[in-house]
C-alpha cells in the first residue's frame, strides 16, 4: 500500500514536471512569436500602430492561456 507522504511526493514531482513542460512551451511559443513577428512586420505590411497592436494582443492571449494552464494543474 502506497503511503500519503509517497502520493504526495509523486504529485508534487508531476506538478514539477508539468510547471517545465509549460516554460518549455512557453519558450517556443515565444520563439515562434518572433519568427512570425520578423516575417509579418519585416516586410512593412503593417504601420508601427498596427504592429504595436498585434503584438499587445498576442501577449495579452499568451498570458490569458498560460493563467488557464496554471489554473488547471493546480
Given at each position: ?20 513542460t509549460i516554460d ?6 515565444e520563439k515562434a ?11 512593412g505590411r503593417k ?28
Amino acid at each position: 500500500m502506497t503511503s500519503a507522504c509517497e502520493i504526495i511526493h509523486d504529485i508534487k514531482n508531476k506538478y514539477h514536471e508539468l510547471e517545465e513542460t509549460i516554460d518549455l512551451l512557453k519558450k517556443e511559443y515565444e520563439k515562434a512569436f518572433e519568427r512570425g513577428y520578423a516575417e509579418g512586420f519585416m516586410d512593412g505590411r503593417k504601420d508601427e500602430h498596427d504592429r504595436i497592436e498585434h503584438n499587445k494582443k498576442l501577449r495579452e492571449e499568451m498570458a490569458y492561456e498560460d493563467r488557464l494552464m496554471r489554473n488547471n494543474l493546480i
